[in-house]
């Protein structure tokens, strides 16, 4: 573990900070584009645009090298949803090709966009278990001819288990389904090379395992874009819209995906975390996150703490624990500087900049817990 890239990162001065599935740490960096930010308002010059149009296509085009994508293929905004809500209305969803393959390990707002997508008629399906693991035969069996599109996660907000995304993309494709990937909770933890993968959509988002704070992105595949025509849109997405004037079809590139004015702070903020983390390297970062959940594993076993997420090299980048009475838990351990997050199960999320000797804190004190809890 680097000192120089951890010293980055203020907020682990503060406590030990497990929680970057929930909320990345952010580096220091950021506090010198919030102050130019402030001096851009203060000085204010219509002309200002011309550059924070220059650093939102910098920041995409980061992005997208990051993702193995090329420069024009991603395009970013104020979140997920938004961007979800864009592809889906690129569809006209006629029967027999109608259907909507999901799992129930989604993200909440996943369920809630395709519901809502009934009314033009597309067909969500739900493929789950109910338990924390995702059934890769299942779901590949309910893909098939009548499926327009699968609308899955990479790794799982809850348990982070995690998808067989090439296998899932082979099936899709050759029944010919699309396949729209939420990689919220991978991208940053875990390597993704969407060119190699083939996949026609993938988003993700800043706040967690990127370093940075509320913008999130959207990758298409390239050969897909000129067929695609977004319902949900705005002027930012015509091919005259720096002229101001009407436009008269949709712009090249992952740009047609764009809303209105955009918001160029959470880009600039944004690119701070992205540059150091694709300075460590995406293989780097995923080898320390594996060596980190190892040891909570390890620890976890040791002291008989049931274990929620996978074990094997299929997990993602977050270890799940069933501790009784979790949220309380994170609570009291939140007093002891002790950070992690609780959704059913308790969380704990390491990144690169934390360390063995961290986890071990951290285990530490959630054992004391454990034992108060099993008295
Ligand atoms: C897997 C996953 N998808 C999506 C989101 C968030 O989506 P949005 O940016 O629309 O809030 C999260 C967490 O906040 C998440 O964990």
Not at 76 to 104: G, I, Q, W
Not at 191 to 205: C, E, K, Q, R, Y
Not at 320 to 338: F, T
Not at 364 to 375: F, H, S
Request: a negative charge; glycine letters at 10%; one cysteine or more.
């Amino acid at each position: 573990m680097d000192g120089a890239l951890r010293a980055q990162f203020p907020v682990l001065d503060t406590c030990v900070y497990l929680n970057s599935n929930s909320t990345g740490a952010v580096p220091r960096g950021v506090q010198d584009v919030l102050a130019g930010y402030w001096d851009t308002l203060r000085t204010w010059r219509d002309d200002v645009w011309g550059g924070w149009h220059e650093g939102l296509d910098r920041y995409a085009d980061t992005l997208a090298a990051f993702i193995g994508a090329p420069a024009g293929s991603v395009v970013t905004d104020a979140n997920l949803s938004t961007l979800l809500v864009r592809v889906a209305s690129c569809f006209d969803y006629r029967p027999p090709r109608n259907r909507v393959v999901t799992t129930d390990l989604e993200f909440p707002t996943v369920p809630f966009v395709w519901n809502a997508f009934r009314r033009y008629g597309a067909q969500p399906e739900v493929v789950g278990t109910g338990g924390p693991r995702f059934d890769q035969d299942a779901l590949e069996a309910a893909i098939d001819e009548r499926t327009l599109l699968v609308c899955v996660p990479h790794a799982s907000f809850s348990s982070g288990a995690v998808l067989d995304l090439p296998r899932l993309v082979t099936h899709a494709h050759s029944v010919g389904a699309l396949v729209a990937v939420d990689a919220f909770q991978s991208v940053g933890i875990m390597p993704l090379d969407v060119t190699a993968l083939g996949v026609d959509f993938l988003l993700g988002g800043a706040h967690k395992w990127m370093c940075g704070a509320a913008t999130a992105f959207l990758y298409v595949r390239p050969d897909l874009l000129p067929g695609l025509e977004p319902a949900a849109t705005g002027w930012q997405a015509g091919d005259r819209a720096l002229t101001f004037q009407p436009s008269t079809g949709f712009a090249d590139g992952a740009q047609r995906f764009a809303g209105g004015t955009p918001y160029p702070l959470t880009s600039l903020i944004s690119q701070v975390g992205l540059d150091l983390l694709a300075g460590v390297g995406t293989e780097a970062i995923r080898a320390h996150s594996l060596r980190c959940t190892r040891r909570i594993i390890d620890r976890a076993q040791a002291a008989e703490i049931p274990i929620v997420s996978p074990v094997g090299p299929d997990r993602g980048g977050v270890v799940c624990l069933d501790v009784p009475d979790g949220e309380a838990v994170k609570y009291r351990l939140a007093a002891r500087n002790m950070v992690c997050s609780w959704r059913g199960w308790l969380r704990i999320g390491p990144h690169v900049y934390n360390t063995l000797d961290e986890i071990d804190q951290f285990m530490d004190a959630l054992e004391q817990e454990w034992q108060g809890t099993r008295r």
